[in-house]
């Protein structure tokens, strides 16, 4: 069964400040194991289920190649492409939650039988909608941050 770590944090454990807006904002380290072999792609989503106006869309990685096993810390693996996150980038929103309450950022790891016929720059809809009937397997990790 496919899964999705972190070499930064645990899953429903605090994520470091390092990768929010209280650090350098990069994206954290994570590390992908027991991938299914008819594997593809990758898809990435990580989404804010918290966030006052609804989830928000912190990162939409898409088309990330079959072999990868890793994405490094602020890195993106050649050939992925991005979507757009709620606030119409194409990178990592680091998160950044009013203050007083504890967020759950969820990155969650597609595997999928095919490479998506998208190009960057697509919304979460768009994405989701493509992956519809392709999807292998799925993983997610939580990660928790309060201000």
């Known amino acids: 069964m496919l899964t999705l770590k972190s070499p930064a944090f645990k899953n429903q454990a605090n994520l470091p400040a390092k990768y929010s807006c209280q650090g350098e904002g990069v994206s954290p380290p994570l590390v992908f194991e027991n991938v299914p072999p008819k594997t593809k792609s990758f898809v990435l989503t990580v989404e804010d289920p918290d966030a006052p106006s609804g989830t928000f869309d912190h990162w939409l990685l898409f088309n990330i190649p079959a072999e990868v096993r890793e994405i490094k ?57 493509a992956m519809t009937g392709h999807v292998i397997s799925q993983a997610s990790l939580t990660g928790l941050f309060k201000r």
């Open 73 to 129: 810390e602020g890195g993106i693996p050649a050939g992925s492409l991005a979507g757009k996150n709620t606030i119409g980038k194409l990178d990592y929103v680091s998160p950044c939650p009013p203050p007083g309450k504890t967020h759950r950022y969820i990155f969650t790891l597609y595997a999928l039988d095919m490479l998506l016929p998208l190009d960057k720059g697509v919304n979460k809809q768009e994405l989701k909608k």
